[in-house]
């Protein structure tokens, strides 16, 4: 009992010093975006592909396996159960998640950088997953707790990311059943923007959740979302009980579950598309139901991963078009459910930071954009199909988020935009460079890229080094990790933090596996 007196005394502390001393926020907390999204499907082929998923739930079911909590979920709700199989009427899936949020807010440690999800928002967080990073210094490696941290402080330092992220790179150096505490820790330390928690485990799901009290206070994580778990479908119609008791843990506790099938067409779905997102639609609305069977109300995202492969290798590939147009059509059946859309990213399976990955990372990331995905994960750093995380991809993909930052704008159109005053004073066969509308706005017409080179040739090849893009931002994320400098922590939260990690980990061995 007196810990937990210390941790709600210090919660209080630190709520206050964070109203008191808040730092500014970089650039803006997220996007609104104001370009329409871009709807391909008719109502006609939408339903005939409900009507697939709702015939996939119906006649060939879901197996949820090792959580017989869920199993009594189902059985309670009316579902048809035979054992681990559970099938579901059609529509009964959908009046089940009309109790979820079609927006909320994912409070941050500095108020300003909280984040809302849902509706006209969009919200750019790092990639996720990799055990390897690789840079051009020291080429691709296992990931440790340092280049967790870079990371998180890379991501911090941009103002064209939002959010910290979650397992941004696997930290392999520390044990497997610990890392999540050094991981949560983390982004709280080095961050004071919204992060994600763990959900390899129950218990790591829960400590994570704790320590988000502790940040907090209890009550207030009760009331309001503050931390979210991505948790994944065993694909194809399987929900495994790491993710199901994962998933619980965080309804239960009022936090927002990101609900996400990863469907490789031909190995783990169809591959033609269109039944890959009918396949998608029935796993992910499942999951998104189960968060408000735990609790009416909670806050979840409707995920979606769609991802081809090479039928000549059996290789996984990414940032390809098939997926990418599918993505489209994911963004518009969310919108009919009124759930957040977490879809696609800056995708790529090159193994450097060059052409390739450019020309497959935009490729994705555009049908992120015009699907209408509110939360993008993987908006920076993702390589080698994401099993590395790449310093100076992450440099260049966080430029790239600067750009699509004034891409989401728009066309604005009022007297100022539409520059009749800068005719009438240019006149026929001159120039706006100097003129008094140039003047006026140059400062923020166009966005600014700080990594592309603009000079001439010549100043490139002479003064420049003739560098490339990926040795430019290989010099711009050392920079930044040098002149890095963390978000001020409240000593008493810091403290209180510290301590449940130690006791955490000193509560069990060490295990690798």
């Known amino acids: 009992m007196e810990a937990t007196m210390t941790e709600e005394k210090a919660g209080r502390r630190g709520r206050s010093a964070r109203r008191d001393g808040a730092a500014k926020p970089h650039g803006v907390p997220y996007i609104v975006r104001n370009i329409p999204t871009y709807d391909i499907l008719s109502e006609e082929n939408l339903q005939k592909i409900e009507r697939t998923a709702d015939r996939i739930l119906a006649e060939v079911g879901i197996e949820f396996r090792d959580d017989p909590s869920v199993v009594d979920h189902w059985k309670r709700a009316g579902a048809?159960?035979?054992?681990?199989?559970?099938?579901?009427?059609?529509?009964?899936?959908?009046?089940?998640?009309?109790?979820?949020?079609?927006?909320?807010t994912q409070y941050a440690r500095n108020p300003a950088n909280s984040v809302q999800i849902g509706?006209?928002?969009?919200?750019?967080?790092?990639?996720?997953?990799?055990?390897?990073?690789?840079?051009?210094?020291?080429?691709?490696?296992?990931?440790?707790?340092?280049?967790?941290?870079?990371?998180?402080?890379?991501?911090?330092?941009?103002?064209?990311?939002?959010?910290?992220?979650?397992?941004?790179?696997e930290p392999v150096d520390v044990p497997v059943n610990k890392r999540h505490l050094d991981m949560v820790y983390s982004h709280i330390k080095y961050s004071d923007r919204a992060f994600m928690g763990s959900v390899t485990a129950e218990e790591r799901a829960e400590d994570s959740i704790e320590m988000a009290r502790i940040l907090f206070g209890a009550e207030f994580v009760d009331q309001n979302c503050v931390i979210l778990g991505n948790v994944n479908v065993n694909s194809p119609l399987v929900w495994d009980g790491t993710m199901t008791t994962s998933l619980r843990a965080y309804a239960r506790a009022n936090q927002a579950a990101v609900i996400v099938p990863f469907i490789l067409g031909g190995a783990m779905g169809p591959v033609t598309n269109a039944g890959?997102?009918?396949?998608?639609?029935?796993?992910?609305?499942?999951?998104?139901?189960?968060?408000?069977?735990?609790?009416?109300?909670?806050?979840?995202?409707?995920?979606?991963?769609?991802?081809?492969?090479?039928?000549?290798?059996?290789?996984?590939?990414?940032?390809?078009?098939?997926?990418?147009?599918?993505?489209?059509?994911?963004?518009?059946?969310?919108?009919?459910?009124?759930?957040?859309?977490r879809c696609a990213g800056n995708f790529s399976n090159s193994k450097l930071p060059d052409g390739q990955a450019m020309?497959?990372?935009?490729?994705?990331?555009?049908?992120?954009?015009?699907?209408?995905?509110?939360?993008?994960?993987?908006?920076?750093?993702?390589?080698?199909?994401?099993?590395?995380?790449?310093?100076?991809?992450?440099?260049?993909?966080?430029?790239?988020?600067?750009?699509?930052?004034?891409?989401?704008?728009?066309?604005?159109?009022?007297?100022?935009?539409?520059?009749?005053?800068?005719?009438?004073?240019?006149?026929?066969?001159?120039?706006?460079?100097?003129?008094?509308?140039?003047?006026?706005?140059?400062?923020?017409?166009?966005?600014?890229?700080?990594?592309?080179?603009?000079?001439?040739?010549?100043?490139?090849?002479?003064?420049?080094?003739?560098?490339?893009?990926?040795?430019?931002?290989?010099?711009?994320?050392?920079?930044?990790?040098?002149?890095?400098?963390?978000?001020?922590?409240?000593?008493?939260?810091?403290?209180?933090?510290?301590?449940?990690?130690?006791?955490?980990?000193?509560?069990?061995?060490d295990g690798w596996y």
């Open 80 to 104: 048809k159960v035979d054992g681990v199989l559970v099938r579901f009427e059609p529509g009964m899936l959908r009046e089940i998640v009309s109790s979820a949020p079609s927006e909320f």
């Open 119 to 169: 509706g006209d928002n969009v919200v750019f967080s790092p990639a996720y997953g990799s055990p390897f990073v690789m840079d051009l210094d020291k080429g691709r490696r296992y990931g440790t707790i340092e280049d967790f941290r870079n990371f998180i402080k890379l991501a911090q330092t941009s103002p064209w990311l939002h959010h910290s992220g979650g397992t941004i790179c």
């Open 276 to 341: 890959a997102i009918a396949q998608s639609y029935a796993e992910t609305l499942a999951g998104c139901a189960l968060t408000q069977l735990e609790r009416k109300g909670a806050p979840v995202i409707f995920g979606n991963f769609l991802s081809s492969m090479s039928l000549r290798s059996g290789s996984p590939t990414f940032g390809t078009p098939e997926p990418a147009i599918g993505s489209m059509v994911v963004g518009q059946l969310a919108r009919r459910l009124r759930l957040p859309l």
């Open 359 to 509: 020309q497959e990372g935009l490729m994705s990331m555009l049908s992120a954009i015009h699907c209408g995905a509110n939360f993008i994960l993987h908006s920076a750093g993702f390589l080698d199909g994401l099993l590395s995380m790449s310093y100076e991809k992450f440099v260049m993909d966080t430029d790239l988020c600067g750009a699509l930052h004034s891409y989401f704008a728009g066309v604005a159109v009022d007297d100022n935009t539409l520059a009749f005053d800068a005719f009438e004073e240019v006149g026929p066969g001159n120039h706006f460079l100097g003129s008094a509308h140039t003047m006026r706005n140059y400062q923020t017409a166009f966005w600014d890229s700080t990594l592309s080179d603009n000079e001439p040739f010549e100043k490139w090849s002479e003064e420049g080094g003739s560098t490339d893009i990926a040795t430019r931002a290989n010099r711009q994320w050392k920079k930044t990790l040098k002149e890095f400098e963390a978000p001020p922590l409240d000593v008493a939260v810091d403290e209180a933090l510290c301590d449940f990690v130690a006791r955490r980990k000193a509560s069990m061995a």
